[in-house]
């Protein structure tokens, strides 16, 4: 199976439109090191004909222009794409909001759990996603499913679906909820195992925190490619740059006791790679100290167009 990472940075890409700090304006400037990131998402293909795309990214159209296996092959009619089905792993903004740039009646395959589907079928603007074109089918917030296209075709991949630690998407927060975590419930943040054979890729862009459970999934995978918003827990507060922490935003740190580093700490992972990078994270430069802390952890940093083999 081929696996390609076509974003890797957190909301708002890196560098971010409105992020004026050193980390950004060296990516702006094209310092070497310092490498620019679209939004989050990861692109499979049993075959590199059909593709699946795990969450539809605000970037999609350039990650599209920037990926010629995602565009329309010459010998396929006058309106066509490869993409073969689109699945969800939570309904915030930056998971959910490319799919109104793949509105021109466009038959593929919709796949998300049925909390996430109640968020899109409760704005109306997806509306533009005629139904009848472009189906929606539910993932079971737990359990394996084999994916098919929107005629009903199995594409070629299954994938496993599990709840993780999670929080309501952002537009979803209660301004008068005192609960500080905002948790969603199961289905609302998931991670997805791909699978070929006996090996096995999990995927999981956002998680606030590593329990057990998840743990035993991870044990023995392939490859995980795993939250990686921020160094530490209280970036965005230092930095001066936001008043949330991590775990509050709904993303594990990469350091601290309770970081994904400390709790995957001599797991059998072949390789663990930290995926949808915040443009405040210091791992973006490939120079900084945590960059090379992270590197000597055994873990590697996401970058656009990374191609991964299962």
Request: hydrophobic share 45%.
């Amino acid at each position: 199976m081929w696996i390609r990472i076509i974003g890797s940075a957190a909301g708002g890409g890196f560098p971010q439109w409105n992020a004026n700090d050193r980390l950004n304006r060296a990516a702006r400037a094209g310092n070497p090191g310092v490498r620019p990131r679209l939004q989050t998402s990861v692109a499979a293909s049993p075959d590199g004909r059909r593709w699946v795309l795990f969450n539809a990214s605000p970037d999609i159209r350039q990650q599209i222009a920037e990926n010629p296996e995602l565009q329309p092959h010459p010998e396929m009619s006058a309106r066509a794409t490869p993409l073969a089905a689109v699945v969800l792993t939570g309904a915030e903004i930056d998971q959910i909001s490319g799919l109104l740039s793949l509105r021109e009646r466009q038959p593929f395959a919709l796949y998300a759990t049925e909390e996430v589907l109640a968020v899109i079928a409760s704005n109306s603007i997806f509306d533009v996603l005629d139904a009848q074109i472009v189906s929606r089918r539910c993932l079971p917030p737990e359990g394996f499913i084999d994916l098919c296209d929107a005629e009903g075709a199995e594409i070629g991949i299954r994938i496993e679906v599990f709840s993780v630690p999670g929080k309501v998407a952002l537009f979803l927060e209660d301004g008068g909820r005192q609960d500080p975590e905002l948790r969603s419930a199961d289905g609302g943040t998931i991670g997805v195992r791909l699978m070929e054979g006996s090996r096995s890729l999990l995927f999981i862009p956002a998680c606030t925190a590593v329990d057990e459970s998840l743990r035993q999934r991870i044990a023995g995978a392939d490859m995980v490619l795993l939250d990686g918003t921020v160094f530490t827990d209280d970036e965005l507060i230092t930095a001066g740059v936001g008043v949330k922490t991590g775990a509050r935003m709904g993303h594990i740190a990469m350091s601290g006791p309770n970081g994904a580093i400390a709790c995957l700490n001599h797991l059998p992972v072949d390789r663990r790679i930290f995926i949808h990078i915040n443009n405040t994270n210091p791992v973006l430069d490939e120079e900084s100290p945590e960059h090379a802390a992270v590197r000597a952890a055994g873990w590697e940093i996401a970058q656009d167009r990374m191609e991964l083999m299962l």
